[in-house]
């Protein structure tokens, strides 16, 4: 027996009423916090490997090494662009979580 195509749409449209909320479980301080020490180990991390590749970049540039010289370009540029989204996380993540629950 066949399903009619109105009932499959409608199960297709079905909303579970699941949403996001806080304090369901035990340990979300706790959780925030370790992720939030993790962002800023993060953090300091690329800052370290920032002057680490200006150094070789420079280094290579007064050497005339040229793959030195271009490695610690490359280092710069992603160190840079890791700091962009260490400190952009939090909203990268919010802007696509309120963009996901627009979607009906």
Known sequence: MSVP???????LAYDPGISPKGGGLPGLSVLKNVVNSINMFGIIAVVGALAVSLGVWAWGHHTGGHQAE?????GAVVAAGAALGL???NGIVAFFSDLGSQVH
């Open 5 to 11: 195509l109105t009932d499959r749409v409608i199960q």
């Open 87 to 89: 400190g952009a996380a």
């Open 70 to 74: 271009a490695n610690g370009k490359k």
